[in-house]
């Protein structure tokens, strides 16, 4: 009777499971966050904007002329996300910066990847975590905004050349997630301490944002902006929601800049998230 070599094969799941296996670690991450008062508190923060829009909402539908003079139409969209960039910054620092870093602090991530799961699944189920808390408070509001205002001002807003402002709305907050989600596990998953992944992501969101404006006023060059994810990010929404001046750049230069910056991050995290760990 022959004897064949048994060598190690990972274990796969039920074919019924395997597009969904990244889903328990979203969930997983998901209700530690959302166990934390102070972080609710700053979810509720988030949606502070939300609330002083649907009154300027209202106040244009009681003084139609006050339309000619602040920014109507679609531009009010861009005008609220250019508020919610820096918060969503601040909740990615909280719920995000640490994802990646406290598996690597205690070995966690060893396990995840021992199980049926792959690199892949892990990245998607972590990043799962920030789409749904940045949606959370972009997408959501943005989108109850519009509805708001289809409700109190349809002759403002119910009208064909405004068609644009929901799917526009969807795409720029997903395009916002994305890049603010991959930066955060990147910068997450290159430190073992939640506090110092925290505390770089923030201070790299921050530090290029300076730099951007020391860079505006010394070259007094609109390309400064490419430095700063966050001036790019600004600058799309601009133009998207026409906010744009006439000193920016065309949407496709920043757009190329985050697209860059995203598959920056990925590489960081096929580098960084593995199997095997390596002592040297």
């Known amino acids: ?73 679609g531009a009010i969209f861009g005008r609220f996300f250019r508020f919610q960039i820096p918060l969503v910054l601040i909740l990615a620092t909280f719920g995000g910066a640490g994802l990646i870093a406290s598996d690597l602090r205690t070995g966690g991530i060893l396990v995840y990847l021992s199980r049926p799961l792959t690199r892949r699944d892990y990245v998607v189920g972590k990043l799962g975590v920030l789409l749904a808390l940045i949606l959370f408070v972009t997408l959501v509001p943005a989108l109850l905004l519009y509805a708001i205002a289809l409700g109190l001002a349809p002759k403002q807003f119910l009208q064909w050349n405004l068609v644009w402002v929901a799917p526009a709305v969807t795409a720029y907050a997903l395009a916002l997630a994305l890049v603010v989600g991959l930066l955060a596990l990147a910068v997450s998953s290159l430190s073992r301490s939640v506090r110092v992944a925290q505390f770089a992501f923030f201070g790299l969101i921050m530090g290029l944002e300076v730099f951007r404006g020391i860079l505006s006023v010394v070259l007094n060059r609109p390309e400064a902006v490419l430095v700063s994810p966050q001036g790019s990010l600004r600058m799309v929404g601009d133009a998207l929601f026409g906010l744009a001046s006439r000193n920016a750049l065309p949407w496709p230069v920043p757009s190329i800049a985050l697209v860059l910056l995203a598959l920056g991050c990925l590489a960081v995290l096929r580098a960084r998230v593995r199997a095997v760990e390596i002592v040297t």
């Open 1 to 73: 009777m022959p004897i064949y070599e048994q060598t190690y094969r990972r274990y796969e799941a039920r074919q019924p499971l395997r597009g969904v296996r990244f889903w328990p670690i979203t969930r997983e991450a998901l209700r530690l966050l959302l166990a934390k008062r102070v972080f609710l508190a700053l979810l509720a923060l988030c949606w502070v904007p939300f609330l002083g829009f649907v009154i300027y909402v209202w106040a244009l539908t009681q003084f139609p002329e006050a339309g000619r003079m602040f920014p109507a139409g």
